[in-house]
């Protein structure tokens, strides 16, 4: 599960000897178990959406780098990875609706997955702005041109290995306090009990591994696509690769949709569990993923649009809009 705030009690159905249902729905909240089913179809039809637009951005992706004779920029590489991501993501939240008929293993085997993969992505935004960052007091405040492809490989090394390593020292955790399960309608770490009443080891679990992150991540992203926009805005300069832009958007959609999520979260539990606060809550998460998406769509359309040589459909800019890095 991804979002900004913490959804600390949700309770949406209860399961009967033939599998979990939503029918059952628990009195805490002011909707039904069909509209949290709905909910749920909704949730998991839009992340089928987005790994639609995901798996031939990623094949493209892969086959430019396989096949390339020219070096891709950082910031296409790290738009590369975005698109892996959200893909990875959204995949995990196509199959949320799987656990109304399987095992209690298979919710807690995919609340793991999901924690893994919510995890990189943070991790992964994370190195997206400390790169946009560094790359912008280099060449607008201190003037210093980068030095090549060799230094930025290094920091992606350390990207990768953060992104793909880090989260896995925190996964074991739920699993270690039988945690891992049925979190309202899809499967995360358990939050409350049949009773609605909130499990503790479990709201802290999501408070150390994943909002507390996210609370600091936050205005993090906010802070730099502000610093840069204006930077970009103010200074008279030449105007960077378009990939810069397209990562400053994707920080947009990131700090839009997880706001979106936060206050969905916060007023459902304030409200009672009011529907519209349920949907806004739940659907702000593949929102992010379609947006992103399409955001890497447009990006490569573009680029087609604008490049004649092959090769910089993938992320070179033409030679004569004279980018900077």
């Given amino acids: 599960m991804s979002s900004a705030a913490a959804l600390i009690v949700i309770l949406l159905c209860a399961r009967e000897t033939t599998g979990a249902t939503l029918n059952n729905i628990s009195s805490c909240y002011n909707f039904t178990g069909n509209e949290a089913l709905t909910a749920l179809i909704l949730r998991s039809s839009l992340s089928f959406v987005s790994l639609m637009l995901g798996i031939p951005i990623v094949v493209l992706w892969i086959i430019q780098m396989c096949s390339s004779r020219k070096p891709i920029k950082d910031t296409d590489r790290l738009i590369i990875y975005i698109s892996i991501a959200t893909t990875l993501y959204a995949s995990t939240q196509a199959l949320q609706w799987l656990h109304l008929y399987a095992s209690d293993t298979y919710c807690s085997v995919l609340g793991a997955i999901i924690e893994y993969v919510s995890l990189s992505m943070l991790v992964l935004t994370a190195c997206i702005d400390f ?3 560094l790359l912008i007091l280099q060449t607008r405040c201190l003037k210093v041109v980068p030095k090549g492809t060799s230094t930025y490989r290094r920091q ?18 739920p699993f270690i306090f ?21 499990i503790l080891k479990g709201v802290i679990l999501s408070t150390m591994l994943y909002y507390a992150w996210a609370a600091v991540l936050l205005p993090y992203a906010v802070i730099i696509t502000s610093v840069v926009v204006a930077i970009l805005c103010c200074r008279k ?3 960077p690769h378009s990939s810069v832009y397209a990562l400053l958007g994707y920080l947009a959609i990131f700090a839009s949709t997880t706001i979106m999520s936060g206050v969905g979260g916060v007023l459902l539990w304030w409200d009672s569990g ?8 739940t659907l702000s998460e593949p929102t992010f993923t379609v947006l992103s ?9 573009w680029l087609w649009y604008h490049s004649r040589p092959v090769y910089q459909y993938y992320g070179l800019a033409p030679e004569s809009c004279n980018y900077s890095d």
């Fill in 274 to 281: 009011t529907y519209g606060y349920l949907l806004v809550q």
């Fill in 156 to 173: 992606e090394i350390a990207y990768l290995l953060l992104t793909a390593l880090l989260p896995l020292l925190f996964i074991p955790w």
């Fill in 237 to 239: 300069a030449q105007r």
């Fill in 131 to 133: 790169h946009l960052s």
């Fill in 293 to 301: 998406n399409m955001l890497v769509c447009f990006y490569m359309s």
């Fill in 178 to 198: 039988d945690s891992y399960g049925e979190s309202g309608a899809w499967c995360w770490i358990k939050l409350a009990d049949v009773q609605c009443k909130p």
